[in-house]
């Protein structure tokens, strides 16, 4: 499931403007439905999965807007393109 989380992410940036962010919610909205009792306990999964996209530099974390790295990350965070 690792990877349709990676893919749910990718995909949801790609059908944004250039810059635009998403929430690790959108992305476990994508791969689990839209029922909260679904969804919410994929949060750390997709967190998870937005970290590897970092490592392999496909994209960035940012709290208020300013780049953060996923594994000090508490609390909300945004998804954005890297570059």
């Known amino acids: 499931m690792d ?4 893919t749910a992410i990718l ?3 790609a059908a944004r403007r250039e810059g635009a962010t998403i929430c690790p919610s959108d992305a476990a909205r994508r ?3 839209d029922d909260p009792a679904d969804w919410r306990p994929r949060m750390d999964e997709a967190r ?3 970290a590897r996209l970092v490592d392999r530099g496909e994209v960035v ?3 208020g807007g300013e780049p953060v790295d996923p594994q000090l990350a ?3 965070i945004r998804i954005r393109l890297d570059g």
Request: aromatic share 0%.
């Open 3 to 6: 990877d349709a989380m990676e």
């Open 11 to 13: 995909e949801l940036l």
């Open 31 to 33: 791969v689990a439905g």
């Open 48 to 50: 998870a999965a937005a």
């Open 61 to 63: 974390i940012t709290q």
């Open 74 to 76: 508490r609390g909300p």
